[in-house]
């Protein structure tokens, strides 16, 4: 009896370990240098640029007179 009852707890957390709505997510931060820095613009270019991956987030930065698309991309 006690062991098919650890039989069946093992069975249950490789099934929620295997789920694909539990998995963690798998992101990357990336920035770079952009001449028109706008929030829209900077996730289409962070999506052209990486168009296995979706943009989570996507903002701009300026110092100075130098700007920067920085992007938070996930695996799909």
């Known amino acids: 009896m006690e062991g098919r ?3 069946c707890f093992l069975v249950v957390l490789t ?5 694909p709505a ?10 770079f240098f952009s001449l028109i820095c706008m929030d829209w ?3 289409q270019e962070c999506a052209n640029q990486n168009p ?10 300026a110092k100075g007179v130098k ?5 938070t991309m996930c695996y799909k």
Do not use: F
């Open 52 to 61: 296995d991956m979706r943009v989570k987030a996507a903002y701009c930065t």
């Open 22 to 31: 539990l998995a963690a997510e798998r992101c990357e931060e990336e920035h």
């Open 41 to 43: 613009l900077c996730a």
């Open 15 to 19: 099934l929620l370990a295997a789920s």
């Open 67 to 71: 700007r920067y698309c920085h992007c």
């Open 5 to 7: 009852s650890a039989l």
